[in-house]
């Protein structure tokens, strides 16, 4: 008896290793890169309602995100927010109206020292190599400390079953479930088959997305030269999300 | 002093410990034998059929780990060196439903896993067409 059962455990054992070798190399060596993103304001708010309702709902309808009827069960990756919330420390009195009233696309910041990831007591959240601060919500308890900890409120927990409230289910995605927290991944999913992610390749030029850690890259020139802002600065969590006004 | 209370304790015991053994002889469910299931498209599994008959959870963590962690999608099956894209949904290519082929072997080994709860099978989609 116990002899037959250790011989199923090691048998089991030897089967993982043998399972382990069989994967290929992943697509983009995390070490190399690290992604940011730049939004456009001027860029964006010039666009008409239509096509920047488009960059809210492409997410939306790619990532199997719930439309709940009431605001409170609210599920989001990306939203329109003003510009006083979004940067509470830049606001002046007597700004120029343009910038007072601009439209500003808020997501997660990917920041490159997160406190959301820090305070995950099973490590459902976590910083990966590249930058991107992502979720497995087989581990995710629920417990939303990672929500208390967002200074910026990115994050959103499904209070309720999410699958009755997705419109139209994309089958290449999977939905999630009652109980675990859900936020913007950078689409990982695209970035592993060469794509950008989804709301870039809606926003006619206005996001831009690449390697920051490649001072050549579109993104890199960018910030190097134009002026640009980040949410929270002082904070001392480093988003990986500019903007520029 | 009697020894009733302590035999009929006993009995209560051996019948709450033994209840799911009554249970399934009196529904007629012992016995029964493993059910058929559906015949898969395609010529093979992603590994040998047998290994996978018993392993195909271990497979399916792995495959898990691999891509939340490390963002590896591409799986070479062991056995026939093949590529596979890696995702839930590869394995409803060729078994075109839950219900009679994972389903019929949970139920009957009384097994319930929530993979289910977020991703999709080829049923749920027909009730999102
Ligand atoms: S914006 Fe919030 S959720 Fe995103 S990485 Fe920063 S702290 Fe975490
Ligand atoms: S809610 Fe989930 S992801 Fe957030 S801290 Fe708790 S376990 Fe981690």
Redesign the interface.
């Known amino acids: 008896m116990t002899g037959s059962a250790i011989a199923t455990i090691t048998l089991t054992a030897s089967q993982v290793e043998r399972v382990l070798a069989a994967f290929a190399a992943p697509a983009i060596d995390q070490q190399k890169v690290r992604w940011g993103m730049v939004i456009d304001l001027k860029k964006f708010n010039e666009l008409p309602l239509a096509k920047r309702k488009r960059v809210y709902d492409v997410c939306k309808e790619i990532h199997n995100i719930p439309i709940f009827p009431t605001a409170k069960d609210r599920v989001e990756w990306i939203w329109p927010a003003d510009f006083e919330h979004t940067f509470p420390s830049q606001f002046n009195h007597f700004l120029p109206e343009e910038i007072e009233n601009l439209e500003v696309p808020v997501l997660c910041n990917h920041c490159e020292n997160p406190p959301c990831t820090k305070v995950c007591p099973t490590g459902a959240t976590w910083k990966r190599d590249d930058g991107i601060v992502t979720m497995d919500y087989h581990r995710c308890i629920g417990c939303r400390y990672c929500m208390a900890a967002c200074p910026y409120g990115m994050r959103s927990f499904n209070w309720r079953d999410p699958r009755p409230f997705i419109p139209k289910l994309n089958p290449t995605y999977h939905t999630r479930t009652k109980g675990v927290v859900e936020k913007c991944t950078f689409c990982v999913e695209r970035l592993e088959k060469g794509l950008q992610p989804a709301c870039v390749e809606a926003s006619e030029g206005s996001f831009i997305f690449g390697d920051l850690n490649n001072l050549e890259s579109e993104i890199s020139k960018i910030l190097r030269e134009h002026y640009s802002i980040r949410r929270k600065p002082e904070l001392g969590t480093e988003p990986k999300l500019y903007y520029l006004i | 002093m009697s020894k009733t209370p302590l035999v009929a304790v006993l009995l209560i015991f051996i019948g709450f410990f033994f209840f799911p053994y009554f249970y399934s002889v009196a529904s007629g469910q012992l016995g029964k034998p493993v059910p058929e299931l559906e015949k898969p498209k395609g010529d093979h599994c992603i590994e040998d059929a047998k ?1 996978m008959e018993e ?1 195909h959870m ?2 399916l963590k ?1 495959w ?1 780990d ?1 891509v ?11 056995t026939y060196g093949t ?1 596979y894209n890696i ?3 590869t394995c409803f290519e060729c078994h075109t439903s839950k219900a009679n082929f994972c389903d019929k072997c949970h139920d009957y080994t009384g097994v319930k896993p ?1 993979c289910w ?4 099978y080829p049923e ?2 027909e009730k ?1 067409r």
């Open positions: 290994w392993n271990v497979l792995e898990r691999h939340i962690r490390q963002g590896i999608r591409t799986y070479i099956s062991d590529a995702s839930t949904y929530n709860d977020c991703h999709v749920l989609l999102y």
